[in-house]
């Protein structure tokens, strides 16, 4: 308060200048955010607007199969993983305590791959039909009908033994915190087994059968290798094929850009979904739910219904491709397989823990800061997650190789010197999608941690003359170690099964793993691909360890 001329007055605000950590914390968040504005800009502002062609010619079909892929590997996987979640919670039977964990397992699995070993399993040459002309005594296919293996039922098969444990993993949670006095009260009164199934226990899980079907609808939105090797046209492989046939970047833009508005109208759905639903805890102690014993025919019929997803995700492609890999031993030592593993180990982990730094220097910054500006920034860097890979893989190499070249150029005219293409030309692209797209994982698991720790402790170090960057360095990173550590797996881990973003952003005769596979498997020499893929799966089955552990 300031006195002028006997008058009272308020004092001018001062403008607050921002700090390090607040000005870094905003500029890591535009930087994830930056591809998605970029794919929005290109596709309002195309070069050469293909558009109208578009919509009069292949976008029509492109979002027809989308769409009924989407729904179609929601509702199956809604069903099997629902199922197998009340059998697991509510009963007792021959291997529960086994199928509990080996349900994760499909987890493991790239869709990718599972639709390559389903295929060398089911084709004309393969087991299955070489067992039926032995059988039966055919000669050729003109002797009998075979499903087409080929075709979109297939990749929904195929997603749906990939996707379906999403459901499961957040239902078995849903049905493990309801109380089991709901259930003794609905059986007093006479309800059956499919009568508390149906009344009681599906719509207090409904929630999370909403939550992981959106899950399981956005990672089928942004398949790309699944849906190509059964040649079944997407909006995904439309934007490889208007980018990469009809070398038009900003028809891709376009494509992508009605991927992004479908997979935001997939969370906006799932988000207000849960917020009309609220179950509240009536009891401070209520008592778990005690599962039955069964018994005779009902109790194997429970275990087989729950091994049946196991079987068809896990068990299936994995022995085709073991029974490749023990067949064709060289591969393990072909040097192209070393390279890819090489490149994958390099990359993701770069891309590991360059995200999670990142993710700790945004979190850790928005909680210092009392600006608006980077708290807004902080769920809207999330939005890298549910864009596919390939859309940001537009968003991300049109903008870059601009950047390149003006360096390229730059550098040429002071010193005389090219350097060549230093970001579209290495691996850093690659990088960069793989930080945007997995940035949620890592920020969501240093948000939560640094919420654990109490307030008091970091205030204490700041008191003793501890900078900002020294109370995160000496507090906050000692005491969330585990979830840090947690977060570079999991990051990793899903960098190494990414495929349509790298397919699009790797540099020249540069392979990583998925890529590898992709590529032999496309070329039908599955022996070749096995050994990659195997290596794939080995490092997924540590997702799946993680999250078994998490979830205990």
């Known amino acids: ?74 509702f199956l996987s809604a069903a099997v993983g629902t199922g197998a ?56 296919a003109r002797d009998y009908w075979f499903p087409e293996i080929r075709s979109r039922w297939a990749a929904i098969v195929v997603l749906t033994a990939a996707l379906s444990p999403y459901v499961y993993l957040l239902t078995r949670t849903g049905f493990r915190e309801q109380s089991g006095g709901v259930y003794e009260v609905a059986r007093a009164l006479g309800t059956g087994p499919f009568g508390r199934f149906w009344k009681v226990g599906l719509p207090l899980v409904r929630p999370a059968i909403a939550a992981g079907s959106a899950i399981v609808m956005m990672e089928t939105v942004s398949d790309f290798g699944t849906v190509d090797f059964f040649a079944v046209q997407t909006l995904t492989t439309g934007i490889f094929t208007t980018w990469l046939e009809m070398g038009n970047a900003g028809g891709a833009a376009q494509i992508a850009l009605v991927i992004l508005g479908l997979v935001l109208i997939l969370v906006a759905v799932e988000k207000v979904s849960r917020s009309k639903s609220r179950f509240y805890r009536l009891e401070r102690q209520q008592r778990p739910v005690e599962p039955m014993q069964l018994s005779g025919w009902r109790a194997w019929l429970a275990t087989t219904m729950c091994t049946i997803p196991f079987a068809v995700g896990f068990v299936l492609p994995v022995s085709v491709l073991m029974w490749h890999a023990v067949n064709n031993a060289e591969g393990w030592l072909a040097p192209g397989l070393l390279r890819a593993l090489g490149h994958t180990v390099t990359v993701g982990g770069s891309a590991a823990v360059v995200t999670v730094v990142l993710a700790l220097f945004l979190v850790y910054g928005v909680r210092l800061t009392g600006s608006r500006l980077p708290r807004t920034v902080l769920p809207v860097s999330t939005i890298g997650y549910a864009a596919p890979g390939a859309v940001l893989a537009v968003g991300i190499l049109i903008p870059l190789a601009a950047l390149d070249n003006t360096l390229a150029d730059t550098v040429l005219a002071l010193t005389g010197f090219d350097p060549g293409l230093l970001l579209t030309g290495t691996a850093v692209a690659m990088v960069y999608a793989y930080c945007v797209r997995f940035f949620a994982i890592a920020q969501n698991a240093a948000d939560a941690a640094m919420g654990r720790v109490s307030p008091s402790l970091p205030m204490a170090a700041r008191s003793l003359g501890r900078s900002a960057g020294g109370a995160l360095r000496e507090v906050y990173v000692p005491l969330i170690r585990g979830s840090v550590g947690t977060a570079l797996l999991l990051v990793f881990v899903d960098c190494v099964k990414e495929l349509p973003a790298t397919l699009l952003l790797r540099p020249f005769n540069y392979n990583t793993l998925a890529t590898r596979v992709y590529e032999k498997a496309s070329l039908e020499q599955i022996g070749e691909a096995a050994p990659a893929a195997i290596l794939v799966i080995l490092v997924g089955l540590v997702a799946v360890a993680l999250m078994a552990r998490a979830n205990r």
Do not use: C
């Not at 000005?23 to 109208?52: D, K, Q, R, S």
């Not at 979640?85 to 509990?100: D, K, N, Q, T, V």
């Not at 390559?116 to 032995?134: H, I, K, M, N, W």
């Open 1 to 74: 308060m300031v006195e002028q001329n006997g008058q009272v007055m308020a004092a001018p605000r001062r403008l607050r200048r921002p700090g390090p950590w607040s000005t870094g914390a905003l500029l890591i968040g535009l930087l994830v955010v930056g591809p998605i504005l970029a794919v929005v800009w290109m596709a309002l502002n195309p070069v050469e607007n293909v558009w109208p062609h578009l919509i009069s010619t292949t976008l029509p079909r492109y979002f027809k199969n989308t769409v009924i892929l989407a729904l179609s590997v929601a």
């Open 85 to 140: 979640a009340w059998l697991i919670s509510m009963y007792r039977f021959p291997g529960r305590r086994w199928l509990e964990w080996l349900l994760l397992f499909p987890l493991a699995i790239p869709a990718y791959v599972g639709a390559y070993a389903l295929v060398d399993f089911l084709e004309y040459s393969g087991p299955v039909q070489t067992g039926l002309r032995g059988l039966f005594g055919w000669e050729s």
